[in-house]
T-cell receptor, first 113, second 114 residues
């Protein structure tokens, strides 16, 4: 079956623009995660969904970051008024349950100019 | 707060060599430890997941060991091939209620020279 799909693969935004990043998890996967990976670093946790419920958003860097998963499948990470420090790869991952092995998408590389 | 360190940051070996990648973590109260591979411009691929009750896991030419008491894990790659060239990351879940959150190391960038 298909893996985790993320779109777009690349996004260039001017400082101050809003962006929306999409994640299609593996069908039937209950848990969905967003991670942020800066260049040369390991991924850092942003937020966690179990079905449509956002159970943890403690990793979101600021209130400019917002994530949703309204029907418990597709998720969108939205960043308002982008800043240069938001430039990173945003990775989505899903699993059948919270502690199961994670399946990652290829990420969206966001560049804010 | 959990911290994960990977040594070395980069490694270059000739094809056919056996090699060991190291991972250490500060909080030994972990449920499991996971090793991932990341190719340039790609997401992460899970290689091995070791539960806290296990000491090692094997998959093909890969063997991962876990020593919770010392806060260490190693990934052993036998008979390395150019296709093994990638960045290898280890990750552990946070302890307690936030165990679904993974803390990653910065990775070891492996180059296998033909």
């Amino acid at each position: 079956g298909a893996g985790v799909s993320q779109s777009p693969r690349y996004k260039v935004a001017k400082r101050g623009q809003d962006v929306a990043l999409r994640c299609d998890p593996i069908s039937g996967h209950v848990s969905l995660f967003w991670y942020q990976q800066a260049l040369g670093q390991g991924p850092e946790f942003l937020t966690y969904f179990q079905n449509e419920a956002q159970l943890d958003k403690s990793g979101l860097p600021s209130d400019r970051f917002f994530a949703e998963r309204p029907e418990g499948s597709v998720s969108t990470l939205k960043i308002q008024r982008t800043q240069q420090e938001d430039s990173a790869v945003y990775l989505c991952a899903s699993s059948s349950q919270g502690s199961s092995p994670l399946h990652f998408g290829n990420g969206t590389r966001l560049t804010v100019t | 707060k959990q911290e994960v360190t990977q040594i070395p940051a980069a490694l270059s070996v000739p094809e056919g060599e056996n090699l060991v990648l190291n991972c250490s973590f500060t909080d030994s109260a972990i449920y499991n430890l996971q090793w991932f591979r990341q190719d340039p411009g790609k997401g992460l691929t899970s290689l091995l997941l070791i539960q806290s009750s296990q000491r090692e896991q094997t998959s093909g030419r890969l063997n991962a060991s876990l020593d919770k008491s010392s806060g260490r894990s190693t990934l052993y790659i036998a008979a390395s091939q150019p296709g093994d060239s990638a960045t290898y990351l280890c990750a552990v879940p946070n302890s307690g209620a936030g165990s679904y959150q993974l803390t990653f190391g910065k990775g070891t960038k492996l180059s296998v020279i033909p």
